[in-house]
């Protein structure tokens, strides 16, 4: 039986290990983003890996190479169940077998059919004890995009708005306007970062050109995939975009997005967008900055005459926090978990 005492000392090295899983975030095409810890049997850290880019290797047996012997006897931490199938690589489950690792602490099991609870049997079998569902929570929101492609087959969903007090995104229709500041700019490059695709409109690439990439210094090799939804072969893409043309199916076009492997899909606009994502209730997460300045009535509405009401309206979403960025005031807005 876990003492409380060893439960604290499961959820500190568990937080660690979310925290070298973050660094992957974004970074590892198809497959999820995953943190391993080999901590020895005087407690001492040894081994450390997370999923590299590409998504190969697992973080697994990155962190077993650098443990070493070590690792014989010794407590793994893991951010996701082990993997159970053979693939491009052998299994990590018997890899940690094959490590002589004693003791496995796992935060959220593997929806993937061919992983699902195989995981932890490997090891269970091997003798191996096994403990599930440490700081399951954080684990699953910052595997949110590989859950909903496994068990959806679409991308989580992360929505992006900055608007004018007055609920506002541009000056007027057609017209290229700063809303927010430079803080929460860089917030949106690393948004960028740790997203496997980047969604706009046709109108918003032809009206403000952007660029779409992560310009972070240090980062700039993380930009998201381009997804143009709209428009017709006149528009000018940019390299290897990806392009829906005409009246988008988004539902249709996030499977085609998952199929391709694509886990978090960053929405940035435009406001058509954004109201079509609502009201299809295809939006899992939203991210809402408003800058302390006024348009007026001529200015285009954030979501295209949808009040903003509506991202809390009949409990869709809750608010997980407001904090201040700079001028701006940003609130974080996870989608309510479905009951049907």
């Known amino acids: 039986m876990t003492t409380e005492r060893q439960k604290t000392a499961d959820r500190g090295w568990m937080r660690h290990a979310l925290v070298v899983a973050a660094r992957s975030t974004g970074n ?8 391993c810890l080999v901590v020895s049997q005087n407690n001492q850290l040894i081994g450390i890996g997370h999923t590299a880019a590409g998504g190969r290797p697992h973080a697994e047996p990155q962190a077993l190479e650098m443990a070493g012997e070590g690792a014989k006897g010794a407590t793994a931490y893991v951010t996701l169940e082990p993997c159970a199938h053979h693939g491009q690589t052998p299994p990590c489950a018997e890899a940690l077998v094959q490590a002589g690792i004693a003791r496995v602490v796992i935060a959220a099991g593997d929806p993937d059919p061919r992983v699902s609870g195989k995981g932890a049997q490997i090891l269970r079998d091997a003798g191996i004890e096994v403990e599930t569902g440490v700081l399951e929570q954080q684990a699953a929101y910052q595997l949110a995009g590989f859950f909903s492609r496994i068990t959806s087959g679409r991308p989580h969903v992360l929505l992006k708005m900055a608007k004018s007090a007055d609920g506002k995104i541009a000056a007027g229709p057609g017209q290229r306007t700063q809303i927010t500041g430079p803080l929460f700019k860089s917030r949106v490059h690393l948004l960028r970062a740790r997203a496997d695709a980047i969604m706009v409109g046709a109108q918003t690439v032809r009206i403000d050109k952007p660029s779409l990439t992560c310009r972070l210094p240090g980062l700039e090799n993380r930009s998201p995939q381009i997804v143009i939804a709209g428009g017709d ?15 988008v199916d988004f539902a249709e076009s996030l499977r085609e997005l998952g199929n391709m492997g694509i886990n978090l899909l960053l929405v940035e606009g435009g406001a058509k967008i954004a109201r079509s994502l609502l009201e299809a209730d295809l939006v899992d997460e939203a991210i809402l900055a408003t800058a302390p300045l006024t348009i007026g009535e001529q200015g285009v509405d954030a979501l295209a005459g949808l009040p903003l009401s509506h991202i809390e309206a009949e409990g869709r979403f809750v608010c997980k926090s407001t904090e201040t960025v700079g001028r701006d005031v940003v609130k974080h807005y996870l989608r309510v978990k479905r009951t049907d």
């Open 28 to 35: 590892t095409a198809e497959n999820p983003a995953v943190g």
């Open 233 to 247: 072969e006149t528009l000018p893409l940019p390299e290897n975009a990806i392009h829906f043309k005409g009246m």
